[in-house]
T-cell receptor, first 114, second 114 residues
Framework: GDSVTQMEGPVTLSEEAFLTINCTYT??????LFWYVQYPGEGLQLLLK?????DKGSNKGFEATYRKETTSFHLEKGSVQVSDSAVYFC?????????????FGAGTRLAVHP | EPEVTQTPSHQVTQMGQEVILRCVPI?????FYWYRQILGQKVEFLVS????????KSEIFDDQFSVERPDGSNFTLKIRSTKLEDSAMYFC????????????FGPGTRLTVL
C-alpha cells in the first residue's frame, strides 16, 4: 500500500542554519503531498502542499517540490528560527477510496537553538 | 480564521468504559475524519465521514468504534469499551468540497485508558 518515509530526528540546528527534512513516498497513483507541522501542545497545522509533479509548495519561508522521478517531497528552509522548533510530518493523500485519507510519515522533530 | 475544535483536551478513563470524543469541524466543511497517534508512533487514519455516513474506515476502526454527527455542528467518536491500547491522541479533521484532500486538524484529545 501507499506509504511515507521521513528522516529520523531529532534534527538540531542553530538559528539561521539551512534546514532539509527528507521525505520519500510510495504510491500507486498520483497523490497530493503535504507537510504538516505540530508545535508543542498544539494540533497538526497544514504548512504546505503540492498536487502534481514539479509543483512547489511554499509557506512561511518553507518550500518543498514534488519530484515524481525520485518520489520525494523534501522540506527546506533557508534560515531557521527558534520559533520553527516543532515536529514536521510529511503526508500523502490517498485518493483511492474517493474520499481522501492522509497517510503520514513518522514525523521529524526539529529543535532550533539561539 | 475558522478552526476545528475538540473537547476534552484530555480524557482519563478506566478500561472497559465508554468514551465520547467531540469535535466541531469548520462550519462550511462537508467531509470529516478521525485519526489517532499512539505515543511515539505515526498518525493513523481511522475513519472518514460524508453525507451522514462512513465513506471509508481502517482496520483499526472495529465494532468498538462508532462516529456520529448528531446535529449540524458536532462530530463525535465513540469507543464503547475502551482497552489499554486505545490510549492515544485522537485528532479530528475536516475538509471542504472544493479541496477534499486539504484537511484541517483540531488540537487533539489525549485519551488515557487505565
Amino acid at each position: 500500500g501507499d506509504s511515507v518515509t521521513q528522516m529520523e530526528g531529532p534534527v538540531t540546528l542553530s538559528e539561521e542554519a539551512f534546514l532539509t527534512i527528507n521525505c520519500t513516498y510510495t504510491a500507486t497513483g498520483y497523490p497530493s503531498l503535504f507537510w504538516y507541522v505540530q508545535y508543542p501542545g498544539e494540533g497538526l497545522q497544514l504548512l504546505l502542499k503540492a498536487t502534481k509533479a514539479d509543483d512547489k509548495g511554499s509557506n512561511k519561508g518553507f518550500e518543498a517540490t514534488y519530484r515524481k522521478e525520485t518520489t520525494s517531497f523534501h522540506l527546506e528552509k533557508g534560515s531557521v528560527q527558534v520559533s520553527d522548533s516543532a515536529v514536521y510530518f510529511c503526508a500523502l493523500s490517498d485518493r483511492g477510496g474517493g474520499y481522501n485519507k492522509l497517510i503520514f510519515g513518522a514525523g521529524t522533530r526539529l529543535a532550533v537553538h539561539p | 480564521e475558522p478552526e476545528v475544535t475538540q473537547t476534552p483536551s484530555h480524557q482519563v478513563t478506566q478500561m472497559g468504559q465508554e468514551v465520547i470524543l467531540r469535535c466541531v469541524p469548520i462550519s462550511n466543511h462537508l467531509y470529516f475524519y478521525w485519526y489517532r497517534q499512539i505515543l511515539g508512533q505515526k498518525v493513523e487514519f481511522l475513519v472518514s465521514f460524508y453525507n451522514n455516513e462512513i465513506s471509508e474506515k481502517s482496520e483499526i476502526f472495529d465494532d468498538q468504534f462508532s462516529v456520529e454527527r448528531p446535529d449540524g455542528s458536532n462530530f463525535t467518536l465513540k469507543i464503547r469499551s475502551t482497552k489499554l491500547e486505545d490510549s492515544a491522541m485522537y485528532f479530528c479533521a475536516s475538509s471542504d468540497r472544493e479541496s477534499t484532500d486539504t484537511q484541517y486538524f483540531g488540537p487533539g484529545t489525549r485519551l488515557t485508558v487505565l
